[in-house]
């Protein structure tokens, strides 16, 4: 039986949670788990001051592929967190921090003035007993807050064993070791046609080698399994609303997410969920079969890149940092669809972006050099001025129907320009605490003057961004 207790529950502040990183013996593992995973299918409705989860179903997603050892979440990202409890002794089981379109979708101007579901999924190990699963929010000073409990029996009638069976064929494409013990990526094309079996493990080769030539990724290359899922659609493309495409696909992955023509996104977790679910995943990436600039990232959700335009290794690294390690985006001189300009900004928990209330307590105060003045000057009026310019142009090109490769080559010139004023300024190539990050100008500084979450240039990963990563990968493959 499944028993929602969202309403008593809503609003009640709650302390931040007591952190464990050391690891679980494997039996505990046995002891609490089967060898399955249990996805818990939630819809997330919201808008007009109201939030509320409501379950959808209960399934079984195929062989845990997580670790066995980190069962309790030590990182503390996303913009949600779950835990899973045993209901007689109110232990933690498992716990992961998670973000969700909802959150994104939360801090437009749009849920003012309309409701609007958002499917989402809970997965952890199959537990044995009965279990309680609590969902926290963060609050405006980002402290954790019980937002919805629900309770979970294994032998409900609700709950369905069987795992999904429907079409995709595996791949592997890096096999490492057992899945316990590795992060396990797995790539998936949506909008490729029959014919284009061949291309899909093409591109998926090409951008899997491409994150191994990044590090932290080159240097921990045997610690990752990755595998991809060939699925054809009818015809090739994907829903492209802003240039008129439309397609139904697989996965239903489509440009103009949150009314962003280049925001590429599947909302339609439940399909994606239970494709991803033919071979074991932590982590997921959609190639998308098309030419026209696009992609996103979702802390441990999903990430996708439109994989036939010039910058599609750049996009692929960037939103995989989204998706990965919740690396906030450092740039801030794009459109988005957010609000910005918020008075006050909190601590962010990205662990590469900070508001440094306090330089003393700065979060990557140990890489920062003695001499580095914080904040760091860089050349920012000039850089700001010049993003400007190059935003409009590309504006005019796309009203104008311009083709890819000309809106491509628009951004080589502006990558050739600021490689340049980023790489040579007085503290390039130092960690300090450089104004401007998270589409914020002022309030919010980023690690590096340049880095792959800030620009387009190829720099690869700020040494914060990098360190971030390596955390994560130790969370899913140290034993
Ligand atoms: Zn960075």
């Not at 958002?118 to 807050?145: C, G, M, T, Y």
């Not at 191994?212 to 994907?238: M, W, Y």
């Not at 996009?315 to 801030?332: I, N, P, R």
């Not at 390596?470 to 493959?477: A, K, L, N, P």
Request: a neutral charge; hydrophobic letters at 35%; charged letters at 25%.
């Amino acid at each position: 039986m499944t028993r929602t207790l969202s309403l008593a529950l809503l609003g009640l502040a709650f302390p931040l949670l007591a952190q464990t990183s050391s690891p679980v013996a494997p039996a505990l593992y046995s002891e609490a788990f089967t060898p399955d995973t249990m996805r818990v299918d939630l819809f997330h409705t919201g808008g007009m001051g109201q939030e509320i989860f409501a379950l959808d179903r209960v399934v079984n997603d195929g062989p845990w592929a997580g670790s066995t050892t980190r069962l309790v979440d030590s990182l503390d990202l996303g913009d949600y967190r779950f835990e899973v409890r045993d209901r007689t002794a109110g232990k933690t089981l498992y716990s992961r921090g998670y973000s969700s379109l909802y959150a994104e979708w939360a801090t437009t101007s749009e849920p003012r003035t309309r409701h609007r579901t958002f499917h989402e999924s809970l997965r952890f190990p199959w537990p044995k007993q009965d279990v309680e699963i609590r969902i926290f929010s963060r609050d405006k000073q980002n402290a954790w807050r019980l937002l919805h409990a629900l309770e979970v029996s294994p032998e409900s009638i609700e709950v369905n064993r069987a795992r999904y069976r429907g079409p995709g064929t595996v791949i592997p494409i890096l096999e490492n070791g057992s899945p316990a013990q590795k992060v396990d990526l797995l790539i998936l094309g949506d909008g490729y046609g029959a014919q284009e079996t061949a291309k899909f493990r093409a591109d998926a080769r090409r951008l899997v080698d491409l994150l191994f030539t990044q590090e932290p990724f080159k240097s921990r290359k045997t610690d990752f399994n990755v595998r991809a899922i060939e699925l054809p659609a009818p015809e090739p493309g994907v829903f492209r609303p802003h240039g008129k495409v439309h397609r139904r696909t697989a996965l239903s992955t489509q440009y103009g997410a949150l009314g962003l023509e280049r925001y590429l996104l599947t909302y339609d977790n439940r399909s994606l969920r239970d494709i991803a679910s033919l071979a074991p995943y932590d982590f997921l990436e959609i190639l998308v079969n098309d030419a026209q600039y696009g992609g996103g990232g979702i802390y441990n959700f999903q990430a996708t890149v439109s994989v036939d335009t010039a910058f599609a290794s750049y996009v692929f690294v960037h939103e995989f940092g989204h998706h990965f390690a919740g690396l906030g985006d450092e740039y801030y001189t794009s459109d988005v669809s957010y609000e910005t300009g918020q008075p006050d900004l909190p601590e962010p928990w990205a662990m590469n972006i900070t508001a440094m209330k306090d330089p003393k307590r700065l979060k990557w105060g140990d890489l920062v050099e003695k001499e580095t003045p914080l904040p760091t000057p860089w050349p920012k009026e000039e850089f700001e001025k010049r993003s400007r310019e190059f935003q409009a142009e590309r504006k005019k090109l796309l009203a104008e129907g311009a083709p890819p490769a000309k809106i491509d080559e628009m951004f080589r010139r502006q990558q050739v320009e600021e490689t340049k004023r980023l790489g040579t300024g007085p503290h390039a190539g130092k960690v300090g605490a450089f104004e401007g990050a998270s589409y914020e100008a002022k309030g919010l500084y980023r690690p590096m003057a340049d880095c792959i979450m800030f620009t387009r240039d190829e720099v690869g990963f700020c040494r914060v961004c990098q360190r971030a990563i390596t955390r994560v990968i130790d969370e899913y493959s140290r034993p």
